[in-house]
């Protein structure tokens, strides 16, 4: 499958135990019919990396379930590749088209390393993988050189580019290696070109303004664009929070509840 145009990092409807709301998901899900082209549980957006076991397998379920027809593609937010492999498989079990992966943690992880993560996950799950290449959770970065190697393997189907570079955006896009990128970051829809698509946390409340942005980029939209995000706090380190709170505030979601963040033990 080839993947194309607004694809949607759901955040995650915790009701007022905590655990993942199956109404809330189907609601969200349906307010956004007809004007996304996929669906992206458990990514940052959906607080990947805090989700308990319990609570990401019933997101990615409850996603699959009322996807009305959109691909969904679950994200993976994992220290290890062991660990990401496990849960792939797990996220294949339950229907997703593809998993969504970064490197893995730690700021010593060789480029090596990076690219035997990828191979890895590939060889043991029979889905297509987005890579997802970011900083802020891996606590390391993707070289370009080594990003173009990961785009030599099999099965890689797309890049979320959340580096925060629209030159390294376009250095990718330019590289002509076939895999499609989407920009992570809305603040730069229009620095960047040749892009697939766009993959970011204001097309859970604005998908249409960021839609018409794909479609006729042009300085008065990205302004607009960047004023909402000002406007939801999208720019804050728990932007997933004030989504919530947009989200409550239109009857699309119960609760603003937020996943607590994990204690090291």
């Not at 992880?109 to 590939?122: G, K, L």
């Not at 890049?159 to 390294?168: L, P, R, T």
């Not at 330019?174 to 960047?192: C, D, H, K, M, S």
């Given at each position: 499958?080839?993947?194309?145009?607004?694809?949607?990092?759901?955040?995650?409807?915790?009701?007022?135990?905590?655990?993942?709301?199956?109404?809330?998901?189907d609601?969200?899900?349906?307010?956004?019919?007809g004007k996304?082209?996929?669906?992206m549980?458990?990514?940052?957006?959906?607080?990947?990396?805090?989700?308990?076991?319990?609570?990401?397998?019933?997101?990615?379920?409850?996603t699959?379930?009322?996807?009305?027809?959109?691909?969904?593609?679950?994200?993976?937010?994992?220290?290890?590749?062991?660990?990401v492999?496990?849960?792939?498989?797990?996220?294949?079990?339950?229907?997703?088209?593809?998993v969504?992966?970064?490197?893995?943690?730690?700021?010593?992880?060789t480029?090596?390393?990076?690219?035997?993560?990828?191979?890895?996950?590939?060889?043991?799950?029979?889905?297509?993988i987005?890579?997802?290449?970011?900083?802020?959770?891996?606590?390391?970065?993707?070289?370009?050189?080594?990003?173009?190697?990961?785009?030599?393997?099999?099965?890689?189907?797309?890049?979320?580019e959340?580096?925060?570079?629209?030159?390294?955006?376009?250095?990718?896009?330019?590289?002509?290696?076939?895999?499609?990128?989407?920009?992570g970051?809305?603040?730069?829809?229009?620095?960047?070109?040749?892009?697939?698509?766009?993959i970011?946390?204001?097309?859970?409340?604005?998908p249409?303004?960021?839609?018409?942005?794909?479609?006729?980029?042009?300085?008065?939209?990205?302004?607009?664009?960047?004023?909402?995000?000002?406007?939801?706090?999208?720019?804050?380190?728990?932007?997933?929070?004030?989504?919530?709170?947009?989200?409550?505030?239109?009857?699309?979601?119960s609760?603003?509840?937020?996943?607590?963040?994990?204690?090291?033990?």
């Amino acid at each position: 499958m080839s993947y194309r145009g607004t694809i949607v990092p759901l955040v995650t409807p915790l009701d007022a135990r905590g655990e993942v709301a199956e109404s809330d998901v189907d609601n969200l899900i349906g307010s956004l019919e007809g004007k996304v082209d996929g669906l992206m549980p458990a990514l940052s957006t959906g607080e990947g990396w805090k989700l308990s076991d319990r609570q990401w397998v019933d997101v990615v379920t409850y996603t699959v379930k009322h996807s009305r027809g959109l691909p969904v593609l679950s994200g993976i937010q994992l220290p290890t590749t062991a660990q990401v492999v496990a849960r792939a498989k797990v996220a294949v079990d339950a229907g997703v088209d593809a998993v969504v992966v970064t490197t893995p943690y730690g700021p010593d992880v060789t480029q090596d390393q990076i690219v035997e993560h990828f191979r890895a996950i590939r060889e043991a799950v029979g889905v297509g993988i987005f890579l997802y290449n970011e900083e802020a959770v891996s606590g390391n970065k993707i070289e370009l050189d080594t990003l173009l190697r990961i785009c030599e393997l099999p099965g890689i189907v797309g890049i979320k580019e959340s580096s925060g570079s629209a030159e390294y955006t376009n250095a990718m896009t330019r590289a002509g290696t076939g895999i499609p990128v989407f920009e992570g970051w809305e603040n730069l829809l229009l620095q960047v070109t040749g892009i697939a698509g766009f993959i970011g946390p204001l097309l859970n409340v604005e998908p249409g303004l960021c839609n018409e942005m794909l479609t006729d980029p042009r300085p008065e939209l990205q302004d607009r664009i960047n004023a909402a995000c000002e406007a939801y706090g999208l720019f804050g380190d728990e932007w997933y929070r004030p989504l919530k709170e947009e989200l409550v505030r239109r009857g699309v979601i119960s609760t603003a509840r937020v996943v607590p963040e994990k204690v090291a033990a």
